[in-house]
Structure formats: C-alpha cells, structure tokens
C-alpha cells in the first residue's frame, strides 16, 4: 500500500459516498475492512483487496483528518474521567464554640465536657482523608468547611471507565421463554413415546 505525502493528500479529490460508506461501516464494525466494503455495496473482488478502497488518496485525508479528532476527543473523555475518579466536593460540620475554661477543666480530667481546638478539628477531619478549607467562627459555634471525596462522582466515573474498558462481565438477560418442569419419569415417557 503507497504512503501518501502531505502534498498528496492536499491534492486528494473528496472521497465518494461508497469510500464514505465504508468509513463508517469500518469504524463500525470495529475494524473488518472486507465487511465494510461489503456492507457500503462494492463487489466480492474489491472486498478481497481493501487497499483498492482504503489506499485512496481522499479516504487517507479523511482517515488522518477522523484519527487526530478521534484521538482528541479520546483524551479530554479519559480526562474528565479522571478528573471525576478524584473528585472532591465541599461540606461543612459545626462545632460548639471554643470556651478555655472548659478546654482546660477537661484536659485536667475535671469534666467529660471535651472541647476541641482548630488543629484537633483539622486532625480528626484530616484521619478520613477530608482537608479543612476554612473555619468561620460565630456567637453560636463555628463552622468548618472541608473537601471530602465525592463518592458519588467518584463511583460513577468508575462505573464509566470499567465500561469503557469492557472490565464488567456480560451481562444475563432475562428471556420470556417459558420452562416447563419435568420429573425423570416425565422426561422418559416422552422419550419412549418418540
């Protein structure tokens, strides 16, 4: 099969709607060049020798021009995708405001009262992997806002890339045959009866 050079491939003619035809039947069908140029309607012979179709000047432009598209379009979904896998979202928890005194009686062992400083919340948050952004302190508590993990984003975008990949098992589809249950004794009579 020729290679075309770039000076070629600018002088290439459009490809005709049967070389089209067998484009699309190719990316179709997953890759089987015969299958596609029988399916786009060529004759048995030019299924047998491809390159007649896809040795064309026009339908490599078209091939080089799909394939960088489809590349592109490739790499931004894996980077969504995995974008989505690390995918954070932003909550916020209160806690009752800070008081020394009762900070101090209960670091003593004087009362079950126990109070937390801002590193002791950004430590326990910090255990289960959330990061603490910002603490707003109020009359009535303070409110700490944290990243923690999407779970959900993260799940589906999981479940897409497995997808993807054809990681699942088929699937079992229900059929709505139905079974008729026989006993030993059925299923010998009908085979003496034949």
Sequence with gaps: MRIPTKKLLHKARKPTSKQLKAFQNLVENGGNKGKAIRDAGYSEAVAKTPEKVFGSLALHGLLEFEGKNAERELVKT????QENIEATEIKMMWFPPFNR????TFKRGETKNEQLVDDEIKE?????DCKVLNILYGKT???VYYAAHDNKTRLKATDMTLRLYGLYASRQKESKAKVSH???TDLRKQAESR
């Design 78 to 81: 894996l980077h969504a995708l």
């Design 101 to 104: 005194e009762i900070y101090d």
């Design 124 to 128: 326990l948050l910090a255990e289960v």
């Design 141 to 143: 508590g303070r409110k």
């Design 182 to 184: 026989f006993s030993m």
